[in-house]
Nanobody
Framework: QVQLVESGGGSVQTGDSLRLSCVISGYSGRLKTLAWFRQPPAKAREPVAVFYPAGVGTTYYADFAKGRFTISLDNDKNTLFLQMNSLKPDDTSTYYC?????????????????WGRGIQVTVSS
């Protein structure tokens, strides 16, 4: 049973940084799509960033994340990270990590097989 556990969230001020972690356990073989999503208050879940490990690794970001957020994977620690810099109040959300054994279109949340429970990030002005 694949389990994902997020950590690193919290309450910060505008301009601060946070690094979210997602420890992945209970799987064999390789995961081919690893991503972060977020769900702002009273809004739909939206994709943030993805890491495709194949080859040298490929990343994609939502427009709001480009230049501020960085997704990375530590294979030795089975941990997916999301470094978030220059945080804004609009980044206030519950953040989720999600993974799949297949290489899937990263923005389609319905395609992911495994999800973490989410972690709250609150950015105040």
């Amino acid at each position: 049973q694949v389990q994902l556990v997020e950590s690193g969230g919290g309450s910060v001020q505008t301009g601060d940084s946070l690094r979210l972690s997602c420890v992945i356990s209970g799987y064999s073989g390789r995961l081919k799509t690893l991503a972060w999503f977020r769900q702002p208050p009273a809004k739909a879940r939206e994709p943030v960033a993805v890491f495709y490990p194949a080859g040298v690794g490929t990343t994609y970001y939502a427009d709001f994340a480009k230049g501020r957020f960085t997704i990375s994977l530590d294979n030795d620690k089975n941990t997916l990270f999301l470094q978030m810099n220059s945080l804004k109040p609009d980044d206030t959300s519950t953040y989720y990590c999600a993974v799949d054994r297949s290489s899937i279109p990263w923005r389609d949340s319905a395609r992911y097989s495994y999800w973490g429970r989410g972690i709250q990030v609150t950015v105040s002005s």
